[in-house]
Structures are given as structure tokens and as C-alpha cells.
């Protein structure tokens, strides 16, 4: 059967088929809005695919099958770099041998996520190659053309994705595929590969090198699009902002690079000499016009104003002419909910009862922080939760330090908080702890995927879990109580959390029930379990 010429997919699903038509071996990552449905697609298309306890972890695994020879996508959202930034930094100085595709699906205007910071700003800081794709045939085609320049200059490059292009569907006509790599082979080559400072001194002046071959590429072949227009306004735009523009001045000249950075800097030159007014056009940071300005290009860049949010159509109006007044108040939508019957109603209700001081976590219990619970005083990013918990209590008068209580999620513990298990451990506080995990069977924020603490693989097949209770009581924690907080009813609950807190102990209290969105699922899933060997 031959493939349709012409499909129509979202961003995401676009990565994902590239991923497949460009012989990687195998994509990894950790599922976050709005990168998740990448791995999933590449996975429902036939490419090996995986969920990795977290974004680090992944990363690491993804630079290994790139040392091996054979080529590997790693996804995850804005913030997911943070988390993968140690070896992301460390593999640009020893390179890859086969090609690494690192996505980050940033999130302008925060849909779902702590914060909206701009992910070009780490290719910079890590001297590696981005492309940024600003429809789905685009993010397809530089899914490929990452695929070449990673393996053309052994570095790992960035596809830096946001969340209009991640998920919103536009034609996509594939490519035949690339020509596969050779067979997976490893070489030796410890000065490359070991980043002691005798070795990494000299990985970074290759490193340099290989940039300034990139830039030079870039200016004379990248994948740079020129449309004339009128000579009175030239628009410099990247991302889903060149598509904004398009649409708000169509009659104008237009620069969209697709390799962003290095920059090809002479060619915006020369675009911004041939036109009378030069305005740069971008969502979040102002990267381009910061670019720009430090070459002593003169240009435009949007009001302060603009930094924040998505941009659209309407604004990008308002930047062309020069409008810096307040924005009109978005209306109040409806605040989102924890959902009828769920299980973390019992928790929150418990914690606001007992007027507990709450580190919170990342995930769907996150609502709790909202009416009429309003169970939740911090939250910062995956896993703090226990680390803010245990500060809280080393600094506390008694009186207070009695009353925290730090919450997590179970795909979010086994992320990030099992060091700060540990953390709980080696340092207790003088007062104790209470540690809740909140283990609804699902990661269940980011779309109901499986994690290391469900026993299912990404495609739900079963494989070694991760068992919390087991995980604390062998770290040392004597008191670890599994209940079912509806089974356990609110009072019942209550009184075992009043009573963790009155005992000035450390305490890991799971509470397990599946999340009600994901019960049927898993009941279909164990029910196949019997039919099948688990993966070895």
C-alpha cells in the first residue's frame, strides 16, 4: 500500500513521521504539553518509542544510541530542558556520531505550564544548531534536515517547537526517506567522548569551528525563505510569528531563516538594506531583535508589551502600528477543577481541614490550590515539592514546621522526587515529615501516559514498576501507609494524616486510586497482560 501524498497533521505528528521516514532508532522523552503527542504518533507509525523516568534520563539515553551510530529524538517541553540541560550543554562539546534531535516545545502564554521562557536562548547557551518550524510541513521537513546537519557535523541540534505549531494541523506532503546510517558500531575515541578538562579544552574549540561552518552554510544555503513585497516595510519573522505577520501584512517583504541560530546574520543585512522600515517579529523573548541589534542592524522590535502571551494576528497589527496601549482584559474563563469523585478531593479536603502549610507538586493535583480546597502554598517545578517541604521545616518555628506536608504526584515523584526522598532521609528535620504521594495510576496532566510506576511501557505493555511503598521503606522510612482515600472516606483520611503529623516522624502516606479518566484504560490493559510476556 502506498502512502497518501498529502496528509494533514499537527505539528507533532509531523516530528513524529519525519522521526519514522528518517530512520531514527529510537525517540525517548518524558510526555509534557504541548510535546507529548510526538512520541505517541512516532510510535502509532511503527518507530520505537519510549517514556524515560524524566527529561535528564531521556537525554542521556538518546545521547548513547547517537554515540553508537544510529540516530535518536529526544522530546519534552520548555521547561523539560531545564531539566535535561546538564548533558544537552556536555554533548555539544563531545559531539554525536549519529544524528541527535533534541525537540523543545515551549509554551508562549503558559496554556500549561509555570512559565513561558524562550528555549532559543539555550542553543545559544549551548552552542548547538535550531531550527524553528512555523507550520507542520515545515516541522516535518526540518525534522530530516536536522537529521542531516546532526549527522553532517556530529552535534546535536535543536527543534525548537511552540504550542500553536505543536498542535495545529496543516498539509504535510512527505519525502521519500532518508538514506539509513551505517550499522550501529561503537569506536573508541576517549579524547572525544570523556569531558575531563584536558579533553573538553580542545572539545570546545571544535565546537566553535563546527558553528562557524554552520553559520557559513547558513548564509549561503540555509533553509532561509525571501518573499518580495513592498519595499516600504520588511518583516524579519521566525515560528509561528512569520505565519501572524503573513496574515497582518501581506502586501510586505518577508525574511523567514529557518536555522535560527546560528543566525544568518549578512543576509538579514542585506534584507534590511533593501527596505525602508525593518521590523523583527517574534514571540517571547526578544532574541531576533537582540541578535539584530548587537550585528548594528537597524530595526523594530514589538513594545514590552508584546513579550507576553502568544502573539496573533490582532497584535501583531497593533506592533506594525506602533500601538504600545494597555490590551484589553481577556474575559475570565471558567477556573479549571479537580473532577467529581476524584480521588484527590479526600487529600486537599484533609489538608485544608487541618490548616497543613502544603509544598505543592506539577500535575493535575495542582487544582488543588483553587477553590474550595485552596490546599496549596508553593509550587515551583517537578519534584520540588519535597525539597521546599524540608526547607519549610528547618526553618519553621515548631508550631508551624509541625504543619507541613509535602505533596507530589507518582509519575512526578519517580521524575524528581525520589532525591528528595533521599533528601528526607539524610537530613531530617527536627519536627519529621509527611510526604504525600498521590499515585492515580497515570500521568495523568499530559494525556493519561504510563510511567515507571504503572509497570506498562509507553505502548501499555507491561515491564519492570517502580513500587513507592517498597522504594521508602528500603531508603529507611519505617512509617509508609498505602490507603485508598475513598475507601478510607474523609474522616478516616484526616485522622492518618493528623496523626503523621502528630508524630513528628518521618511519614510517606500514598494514597492510591486510579484517576477516573484512566480506570477503563488500565482495566483493558491489565486485561491484555495476560495474553502477552512482558518486554525483556
Request: glycine share 8%.
Amino acid at each position: 500500500m502506498t502512502s497518501p501524498s498529502r496528509l494533514l497533521l499537527s505539528g507533532d505528528e509531523a516530528v513524529g513521521l519525519a522521526a519514522l521516514h528518517g530512520g531514527v532508532a529510537l525517540g525517548t522523552g518524558y510526555p509534557g504539553t504541548p510535546s507529548t503527542e510526538i512520541l505517541e504518533y512516532f510510535a502509532d507509525v511503527g518507530g520505537k518509542a519510549q517514556w524515560a523516568p524524566n527529561e535528564k534520563v531521556a537525554f542521556e539515553v538518546a545521547i548513547g544510541v547517537a554515540y553508537a551510530g544510529a540516530r535518536a529524538i529526544v522530546t519534552m517541553k520548555h521547561v523539560g530542558l531545564n531539566v535535561a540541560a546538564d548533558p544537552l550543554f556536555t554533548a555539544a562539546y563531545t559531539g554525536v556520531t549519529g544524528a541527535l534531535i533534541v525537540v523543545s516545545a515551549d509554551d508562549p502564554g503558559m496554556a500549561s505550564s509555570q512559565n513561558e521562557q524562550d528555549n532559543r536562548r539555550y542553543a545559544v547557551a549551548a552552542a548547538v544548531p535550531m531550527l524553528e518550524p512555523s507550520d507542520s510541513q515545515e516541522a516535518y521537513d526540518y525534522t530530516l534536515l536536522a537529521i542531516e546537519l546532526s549527522e553532517r557535523w556530529g552535534l546535536p541540534v535543536l527543534l525548537r517547537m511552540t504550542t500553536r505549531v505543536c498542535h495545529s494541523k496543516t498539509v504535510v506532503i512527505p519525502k521519500p526517506p532518508l538514506p539509513p546510517p551505517p550499522p550501529p558500531h561503537f569506536v573508541h575515541d576517549i579524547a572525544s567522548r570523556v569531558m575531563i578538562p584536558a579533553y573538553a579544552r580542545p572539545a570546545h574549540r571544535r565546537l566553535r569551528a563546527k558553528l562557524a561552518e554552520v553559520t557559513t552554510w547558513n548564509e549561503t544555503q540555509g533553509p532561509t525563505l525571501r518573499i518580495p513585497g513592498s519595499r516600504e516595510l520588511g518583516i524579519l519573522a521566525t515560528g509561528v510569528a512569520y505565519q501572524h505577520a503573513r496574515e497582518a501584512a501581506p502586501h510586505a517583504s518577508f525574511l523567514k531563516p529557518g536555522l535560527t541560530y546560528p543566525l544568518p546574520v549578512e543576509t538579514i543585512r542585506s534584507f534590511a538594506a533593501a527596505v525602508d522600515r525593518f521590523v523583527v517579529i517574534e514571540e517571547g523573548d526578544p532574541y531576533l531583535a537582540e541578535t539584530v541589534s548587537a550585528a548594528r542592524i537597524p530595526a523594530e522590535r514589538a513594545p514590552e508589551i508584546f513579550r507576553f502571551g502568544e502573539l496573533n494576528v490582532a497584535r501583531v497589527r497593533r506592533i506594525l502600528a506602533r500601538d504600545a496601549s494597555p490590551e484589553p482584559v481577556p474575559p475570565p474563563g471558567t477556573p479549571p477543577a479537580l473532577c467529581q469523585g476524584c480521588p484527590h478531593r479526600v487529600v486537599f479536603e484533609a489538608l485544608h481541614e487541618l490548616d497543613c502549610i502544603v509544598a505543592g507538586d506539577i500535575g493535575c493535583y495542582s487544582l488543588g490550590v483553587l477553590p474550595p480546597f485552596e490546599a496549596m502554598d508553593t509550587l515551583v517545578c517537578m519534584g520540588a515539592a519535597i525539597g521546599v517541604g524540608l526547607g519549610l521545616r528547618h526553618a519553621l518555628p515548631p508550631d508551624q514546621a509541625r504543619r507541613v506536608v509535602s505533596v507530589i504526584g507518582d509519575s512526578t515523584f519517580v521524575h524528581s522526587g525520589i532525591t528528595g526522598l533521599v533528601e528526607m532521609i539524610y537530613n531530617p528535620p527536627p519536627t519529621g515529615h509527611v510526604l504525600l504521594i498521590l499515585d492515580n495510576g497515570t500521568t495523568a496532566m499530559t494525556g493519561l501516559q504510563e510511567h515507571p510506576g504503572t509497570g506498562r511501557t509507553l505502548d501499555h505493555r507491561p515491564t519492570g514498576q517502580v513500587r513507592y511503598d517498597d522504594l521508602a521503606r528500603c531508603l529507611g522510612v519505617d512509617q509508609v501507609h498505602v490507603v485508598d482515600p475513598l475507601v478510607l472516606r474523609p474522616a478516616g483520611f484526616r485522622d492518618l494524616l493528623k496523626q503523621c503529623l502528630d508524630s513528628q516522624r518521618l511519614c510517606v502516606i500514598i494514597a492510591r486510586r486510579d484517576c477516573l479518566l484512566a480506570a477503563g484504560k488500565i482495566k483493558a490493559y491489565e486485561k491484555c497482560e495476560d495474553h502477552r510476556e512482558p518486554q525483556s
